[in-house]
């Protein structure tokens, strides 16, 4: 019911809905993000882990355009969005949550998500989503509250729901339940699966057990480039991806 | 569009509220003022129409312009080389609105397209207006002239016609007709931008403000939306410019200069970021400020910027959210009957959005 007239291709290996080719972000001499090649397959889920600084965030960004790529190219459904614009990448139906919740801390809950809302649809209709997402989130209650006044989980929910309102395709969400209690993991985690019907998703987490709960294949970021690409249950056991996380050797 | 109009919702009252006191200026002016307080009021009305301006870009554009006095002196400028040449206002108050409102869009053009940060806007704004400023003081020369209009450098353009009767170039309006177009056309250009803040575009406009990332990710060009609300900014300044004129008959070089850039920056500051009644009455107590300091005969030992100075570091020490959010709050505290029944939201609001 989310998707509003847009097509849905069908579910291929073939064609990935993501792809990066050699994307490479320098800062100065410090490379970020190095020469990484990238595929997501359309309606997949995956999870991005790797320590701090591995280039996870950075990645995000230079998919959306936030960071302008030192080189190399950016595919979504086979077109080059290297060059577009953040909300140009937006209008394509791809969704962002960031890591510190972006929302509108001055504006409430119900402007927040009306202004996703009236993007795509006409004025009544735009109020008649916000009135089925506010329920879907579970933040009726909280429909005219201050965002900046609220719960850092209550925000977090606000963003997913300011997102879900864009009615993405690809969603990337950038530790999604970061600063979130247990109840409040267990409802994102029902969230996302659902998600995952209509969307492919790209998620940045830390949360061990979160990742078990909802990801098929996880890809191991280290020093700015792909260190193994398998299932959860494979990189818990790779030796390479434990020494990357204890730190016992520097991997290349 | 929707417009509500809930009596009950406290900030459909204070619109009210503040539409009678219009009104009531309206109406009741030219029965009450003299004819020289009823030329000063023209003269804050002008004043309190370029804070209408600032109030909206910044307060609710969240672009800090620190030259929003180039607008007002460009729609000044265009309004008495216009009547100068054509013989009758009309076409020229159009004109006032018109080439700030394009020109504003060009500069805003390269500031947003170019992702200047805000304190660079802030920069060549103030470089722009003070471009102005030296170049039209330049103009002396019998060589610069718009068609029949010298521009007449640091002398300024004096004798310029005020408005006439819409096709009748023979009838000017006397000072009580001034006064009721330069008061309804505060009311509207007032009453106008509250409707924008309620339209999608305004709404789009302020969410920009409170997070500009967002805005792109939600798939709107930011771009864009500030470069039109600039240039709408530019448009209202213009026309402050040309009732400025209107009264004074007289405009020279010196509306572009520092002092009333910074004085605009004031009106907004000390009435409120985000609201746009409180800038309009900070335009009016500093003006009337200013004016009282210059009959005070120890004004000598003090300089008038002084003065100025020390209320702007008092307000941003004591009152940072100037005056209007202020009041509002106090009154929320302190007048059980204007309390409505989430007092803590509303008043929460208040200072946030700063509705009035």
Not at chain 1, 56 to 84: E, M, P
Not at chain 2, 119 to 146: D, H, K, N, Q
Request: with cysteine.
């Amino acid at each position: 019911m989310w998707r509003h007239g847009r097509k849905r291709p069908a579910m291929t290996e073939s064609r990935p809905i993501l792809e990066t080719r050699g994307l490479t972000m320098r800062f100065g001499g410090v490379v970020a993000v190095d020469n990484v090649d990238f595929s997501l397959a359309e309606g997949e889920l995956r999870c991005l882990i790797g320590p701090n600084g591995a280039g996870k965030t950075t990645f995000f960004r230079c998919l959306t355009h936030q960071y302008k790529a030192t080189s190399g190219q950016v595919f979504y459904r086979g077109d080059d969005i290297t060059g577009s614009h953040t909300h140009q990448i937006a209008r394509r139906g791809i969704g962002i949550k960031t890591q510190v919740p972006s929302v509108f801390d001055g504006l409430d809950v119900r402007e927040n998500i009306w202004l996703s809302a009236r993007r795509n649809h006409k004025d009544r209709e735009a109020n008649r989503v916000v009135d089925e997402i506010l329920e879907r989130i579970g933040l009726s209650h909280l429909a005219h509250k201050l965002v900046g006044q609220l719960a850092h989980g209550e925000r977090q929910g606000v963003e997913l729901g300011i997102v879900l309102t864009g009615d993405p395709e690809l969603i990337l969400l950038d530790e999604p339940t970061a600063g979130m209690t247990h109840e409040e993991v267990h409802r994102t985690t029902e969230m996302i699966r659902e998600i995952n019907r209509t969307a492919s998703l790209i998620v940045v987490e830390h949360d061990m057990q979160f990742i078990k709960a909802i990801a098929n294949k996880v890809t191991v970021f280290n020093q700015g480039s792909i260190l193994v690409e398998d299932t959860m249950e494979n990189v818990l056991k790779n030796q390479e991806v434990r020494d990357v996380y204890l730190g016992k050797r520097e991997v290349a | 569009m929707k417009i509500a109009l809930d009596l009950k919702s406290w900030n459909t009252r204070g619109l009210i509220f503040v539409g009678v006191l219009m009104l009531a200026l309206l109406f009741a002016g030219p029965q009450v003022f003299d004819l020289f307080v009823l030329l000063k009021v023209i003269l804050f009305v002008s004043t309190a129409m370029l804070a209408l301006s600032m109030a909206f870009i910044w307060g609710f554009g969240g672009i800090l312009c620190f030259g929003q006095s180039a607008f007002f002196g460009i729609g000044a400028y265009a309004y008495a080389i216009g009547v100068i040449n054509i013989g009758e206002s009309t076409v020229p108050i159009l004109l006032s609105v018109l080439v700030p409102a394009a020109f504003a869009m060009l500069l805003g053009y390269f500031m947003f397209y170019g992702r200047l940060s805000d304190i660079y806007l802030a920069v060549v704004t103030l470089a722009v207006t003070l471009i102005f400023y030296a170049f039209m003081r330049s103009t002396s020369g019998e060589e610069y002239r718009i068609g029949n209009a010298r521009l007449m450098g640091f002398n300024g353009i004096s004798s310029i016609p005020e408005f006439n009767w819409p096709g009748y170039p023979n009838s000017p309006l006397w000072p009580d007709d001034i006064f009721y177009v330069a008061t309804t056309l505060l009311i509207l250009v007032y009453f106008g931008l509250r409707i924008l803040l309620r339209s999608h575009f305004g709404r789009v406009v302020v969410a920009i403000k409170e997070n500009e990332t967002r805005a792109e990710y939600l798939g709107y060009d930011v771009r864009f939306y500030k470069t039109i609300a600039f240039s709408i900014g530019a448009g209202i300044a213009g026309l402050a410019g040309c009732l400025f004129v209107s009264f004074n008959n007289f405009i020279n070089p010196d509306v572009f200069a520092l002092g009333l850039a910074a004085q605009i920056i004031m009106w907004v500051l000390i009435g409120g970021v985000g609201t746009l009644v409180g800038p309009m009455l900070g335009s009016l107590g500093l003006q009337m400020l200013y004016n009282w300091l210059g009959t005070q005969s120890f004004v000598s030992f003090l300089n008038t910027y002084l003065v100025f100075g020390a209320i702007i570091i008092i307000f941003v020490l004591a009152v940072p959210q100037g005056l209007q959010p202020t009041a509002r709050l106090l009154a929320l505290r302190f007048l059980p009957f204007t309390r409505p029944p989430e007092e803590a939201d509303v008043a929460a609001r208040a200072k946030a959005a700063g509705d009035d």
